[in-house]
């Protein structure tokens, strides 16, 4: 079993649903994001769709909604006990991420350990080799990326044949070649160069 995990920059209570309703109509309306609003980790439900499609059970914990805190977290995965916990980051979260992924190798040194993430994609040389409880990174968009991610964690695939991830090779830490561009993502000209853009036009898209 996969378990994949969203944590908040901070913990706190969780929003009500008049509280994210609000900051729905608010984002519609204006565009603005409210700062502590929980907003569904649809990184990680693309990713557990990939993985249902190829037969893997898959739990997705969003601790932010639940508003839980990092025991409650590391009791959620316990009792779930997967083979691979994956962990997103970003720059709020990753002291939470690396906690949690000490405790819970810590608790179970066969469990894999896998990050990913803007923060995790950035850093993927430091973390590896300053963290020896995380396996993989996955770097970039993940959902092409994370099917055969796990297969290597399982000994199922050769990492060098896999692009878009960072893995150890002895005391060596490896970049594969960057993953090619996501298919739901298409190639446009911002006002500052190029860059890349949702390949189905948004509602709120001029």
Sequence with gaps: MIALVYLPESFSSPQSAGDRLRDLLLYFRTGE????????????LYLASVLEEAGYEVSVLDAAVRGWDLERVEGWVRRKD????GLS???????????????LKEASPERKIL???????????ALLR???F?????????EGTILEAVRVLEGREEP??????????????????PPAPSPIWTPCQGPTGACWGPSTPMPWAP
């Design 33 to 44: 994001i409210r700062a502590g609003s929980a907003w569904p980790p649809l990184g990680l």
């Design 89 to 103: 980051t970003f720059a709020g979260n990753l002291g939470h991420a690396v906690e949690l992924a000490c405790r």
């Design 160 to 177: 060098g044949r896999v692009r878009g991830i960072s893995y150890r090779e002895g005391d060596r830490v490896v970049h594969s070649p």
């Design 130 to 132: 300053k963290y020896p």
């Design 134 to 142: 995380v396996d993989l990174v996955v770097r970039g968009e993940g």
């Design 115 to 125: 990050l990913g993430g803007p923060q995790a994609t950035f850093t993927a040389d």
């Design 82 to 85: 997967p083979e691979v916990l």
